[in-house]
């Protein structure tokens, strides 16, 4: 029955105005999501982090990023609309460490073979191979004089390939126990996502009492707040905000309860209050008197666009996640726009894509219905190719952000895919959100914007560690010693303004 009632009100919901869809929903919001995970939720998991272009994946070995090798194509149908045929259950709550190579789930034996074929032992003696993603930029040893070896020896506190023999893991084991603990986490995350249990901490909240107020502190009055059903669990709690990150880090910086304050320690700094109050001033518009009558009638104001660039993963995260940001911001109206030339990936049930017309020049995928005041399109192209063609022009500081979820802008690898775009996006004037894995490669990317438009942009939220990270650690199955958190830090910039004064004449 609570199928069909969901479905009653979905169908309602495609059938009526904006407005009217708006009041229907508070009145008789959507059902719970299932329980049990879905085919989407799990590969934005597993496969949220990978190299961010196209052009990475051709480059050498040693600069790819930290990401799964086991993503495989999804279906993108709506989690809260799709009839799943229940999963046995495959491993227990208390019997989740397994080592890779002897695992029983298959994706993670075809990990560990992965590592075994491309990671390199990190022991000193080895002559260094690369440079780690998440250390000082210096190579660990540079006196080495054995050659390198592919790892082969899986610890057996952590489970995962790490050394090339048992010789050097004890040998080295000092330096290793301080990531071990990390590592065997990483390993039980993993089996659990595959264990086929129930998910409860999937089951996102909708919308909430206007009255309610919401706590931006941290995760735990987050969820409180916002009417998630409690996660008393660690692990539930680090898999729900692998997931939750990416919308709540874009909600964090703009909604007017933001953590982020000019206050000292708040890291905004003024240039950063003028141009995000001019977004929260739309996000968060003063009550207009309007009704569901014709004599209610007020004029509305344009979507806020929210142009995520470089996206990969993010793309194909359930809406159910998405939907967090039309629940944060409830008066406004919110256009997603994932740009990237890999932005569907993981998407495959939606090729091929639409053919490019004049009213559809780029191929978007277009959902309109994602939720009555949210929708969301995606390109497959690079940024400044759409850029200079206008179509999305004119921008509007006070309704367009872009968002940029580790877009590697340093990194050797993707550097320069963005050469081309930062200046476009610093013309625009409007508020540019970035992430990063590690202080190491949000520094990296602060570094490089700092050369590329140096003296042309001004810093509106100081670097800093995200108060909305994911919980949940990463592993990078080229360099097992590499280990990270999604949108570990956030940081944002826009083009520099010069106010212009006019001389009175005489």
């Not at 998991?45 to 600069?63: I, K, M, Y």
Request: proline fraction near 8%; charged fraction near 25%.
């Amino acid at each position: 029955m609570a199928s069909r009632a969901e479905h009653a009100v979905r169908s309602t919901l495609s059938q009526v105005c904006t407005r009217c869809s708006i009041s229907s929903a508070r009145r008789a919001p959507l059902g719970r999501l299932p329980t049990r995970t879905s085919a989407v939720q799990s590969r934005a998991l597993t496969s949220a982090g990978r190299p961010r272009q196209a052009a990475a994946r051709s480059n050498a070995v040693s600069v790819q990023k930290r990401w799964s090798s086991d993503a495989a194509s999804v279906s993108f149908e709506s989690p809260a609309t799709k009839t799943e045929e229940p999963r046995p259950r495959v491993l227990r709550d208390d019997d989740l460490f397994h080592s890779f190579t002897n695992s029983p789930i298959p994706e993670i034996r075809r990990r560990a073979a992965f590592m075994r074929q491309h990671a390199h032992c990190p022991h000193p003696d080895h002559r260094p191979t690369r440079i780690s993603e998440s250390a000082s930029g210096a190579p660990a040893s540079t006196t080495g004089n054995l050659p390198a070896a592919h790892v082969d020896f899986e610890c057996p506190d952590c489970g995962i390939p790490v050394y090339c023999s048992k010789e050097h893991w004890m040998a080295d084991y000092e330096n290793h126990l301080q990531i071990c603990d990390t590592l065997k986490q990483i390993n039980e995350d993993d089996h659990d996502l595959r264990s086929g249990r129930l998910f409860p901490e999937f089951d996102f909240a909708g919308p909430q009492l206007e009255e309610a107020m919401i706590n931006m502190t941290n995760w735990d009055t987050f969820l409180y707040t916002r009417n998630f059903e409690a996660i008393n669990n660690d692990r539930s709690m680090r898999q729900a905000t692998r997931l939750l990150t990416y919308p709540v880090t874009i909600g964090s910086v703009l909604h007017e309860l933001s953590p982020y304050s000019v206050h000292p320690g708040g890291r905004l700094t003024t240039e950063g209050l003028k141009s995000l109050s001019a977004l929260r001033y739309t996000l968060h518009p003063p009550r207009s008197g309007g009704g569901m009558d014709v004599k209610g009638l007020r004029l509305e104001a344009p979507p806020v666009r929210l142009f995520i660039l470089g996206a990969r993963a993010e793309s194909s995260l359930p809406r159910s996640a998405w939907l967090q940001l039309a629940h944060l911001f409830p008066h406004s109206r919110i256009h997603l726009i994932f740009i990237g030339p890999e932005s569907m990936t993981n998407r495959d049930d939606e090729f091929p894509l639409p053919p490019r017309t004049p009213s559809n020049p780029f191929g978007a995928v277009v959902e309109d219905r994602v939720w009555p005041t949210m929708k969301i399109s995606t390109i497959v192209d690079y940024y400044h190719t759409v850029h200079k063609t206008g179509h999305f022009a004119p921008y509007d500081p006070y309704f367009d952000a872009f968002v940029l979820f580790h877009p590697g802008l340093g990194h050797p690898a993707s550097s320069h895919e963005w050469r081309d775009t930062i200046p476009l996006l610093l013309e625009t004037k409007a508020p540019v959100i970035v992430t990063g894995y590690t202080q190491f490669d949000m520094e990296r990317d602060i570094e490089w914007v700092g050369k590329t438009a140096a003296g042309e942009f001004d810093v509106l939220l100081e670097p800093g560690e995200n108060a909305f990270r994911s919980l949940r650690w990463d592993l990078n199955d080229m360099d097992p010693q590499d280990v990270s958190a999604g949108n570990w830090g956030v940081w944002a910039f826009r083009g520099k303004r010069y106010e212009a004064t006019r001389k009175e004449e005489e």
